[in-house]
């Protein structure tokens, strides 16, 4: 009877033994699982510091691309002015002819001029870009372009020649002649209607004496060239 109780006894404390040490393993492992993962990612990070490993980029600046105001289709003069809108007091660079040629900083009102901007003869594009103190910048601006162009319209007179004298009715006197693309040709202030091949034709209505025309060809740029012929009118 008395060895059947002591070893009932030992098998209970056997039994609590056991529950105790398997609720140690559980403890344990949920502490590992715990605080060793914090520890872990610690300790890689101090040794991504340790070989100067990059920190992540942030997020760059987002900005507005600028806008440029047309130009006129031509001009003869060898310096313009650009103007137009972008966000203020960035960094604003001009490129003429995808070459970058100026930089300014915008005003506090958003509004920019570019003064003395050196061109060439021919056909000229514009664009502009912003940057800002961190560097980082916009999209390119709207293009816009003009022709420039020095040289005086082609003016072939072909009629009247000079000291040409009418008589009799009707009293009028044919102005004739050929011009180039674009060209707009007037007598002594009046409008002449092109024809085909920019040939033009107007005939002039004349009073009693002498009438001085002149004939004036300006092209989309403003040059002009000017011919003049001396006429008399006899009823």
């Known amino acids: 009877m008395i060895l059947s109780r002591l070893n009932r006894l030992e098998e209970k404390r056997e039994k609590k033994l056991l529950y105790f040490a398997l609720g140690g393993i559980a403890f344990l492992v949920l502490f590992v699982a715990i605080f060793g993962l914090k520890m872990l990612v610690q300790f890689s990070v101090l040794v991504d510091r340790a070989r100067g490993g990059t920190p992540v980029e942030k997020t760059s600046t987002i900005i507005l691309p600028p806008a440029l105001d047309e130009l006129p289709i031509a001009t003869y003069s060898g310096k313009l002015s650009l103007t137009g809108k972008a966000e203020p007091k960035l960094t604003l660079t001009l490129f003429v002819n995808d070459f970058e040629t100026k930089n300014i900083t915008v005003p506090d009102t958003g ?4 003064d003395n901007v050196i061109v060439k003869d021919g056909t ?4 502009v870009r912003l940057k800002d103190a961190k560097g980082n910048t916009s999209e390119l601006s709207n293009e816009v372009t003009t022709l420039i162009k020095k040289t005086a319209p082609i003016l072939e007179l072909s009629s009247p020649e ?3 004298t009418i008589t009799g009715e009707p ?3 044919t102005v004739s002649g050929k011009t180039e693309d674009n060209a707009r040709i007037t007598v002594n202030g009046r409008w002449v209607t092109m024809g085909t091949n920019n040939s033009f034709s107007y005939a002039y209505p004349l009073s009693d004496g002498d009438t001085t025309l002149e004939i004036i060809a300006t092209d989309l740029a403003g040059n002009q060239k000017t011919v003049k012929r001396k ?3 006899h009823k």
């Open 171 to 173: 009293n009028t006197v």
């Open 231 to 233: 006429v008399s009118y």
């Open 111 to 114: 509004l920019f001029t570019i």
């Open 162 to 164: 000079e000291n040409k």
């Open 124 to 127: 000229n594009t514009f664009k």
